[in-house]
């Protein structure tokens, strides 16, 4: 049996690439900071590739810093460099499901997933 999945929480690191296709088609990437479990450590970073309906939402709602979780598998392209002829690789993880996750106030606004009629206020709280 092969598995070949991943899951990631982390922080966008910049806002989507987006392309659209003139089939209708429409990708977007970025990357993801993931920390580790040691704050001393550095977070460790992952390219992702979003299409379709998923890609939409991200060019819609991620912006750089948005607390975002993907599933996906890895893939690894390559390619010949144009200049040099030599082999080029980028890991990159093809996103299969996006969530936002955010929820507090992001640059004086709501967060991408959470409309102001959901947030509480003191006086909704029963204590």
Known sequence: MSVNSISL???AGRD???RY????????NLTIAVNRRS???EPDWFNLEIWGKQAQVAA??????SLIGITGSFK????????TGED???PVVRVDRLELLGGRKEEGGFSN?????????EEDIPF
């Open 9 to 11: 929480v982390g922080r």
């Open 16 to 18: 989507p690439e987006v």
């Open 21 to 28: 296709f003139e089939s209708g088609s429409i990708v977007a």
């Open 39 to 41: 704050k001393q450590d």
């Open 60 to 65: 819609d709602y991620v912006k750089k810093g």
């Open 76 to 83: 690894l392209d390559q390619w010949k460099d144009k200049n």
């Open 88 to 90: 080029r690789f980028k």
């Open 113 to 121: 997933n959470e409309p102001p009629m959901a947030r509480s206020t």
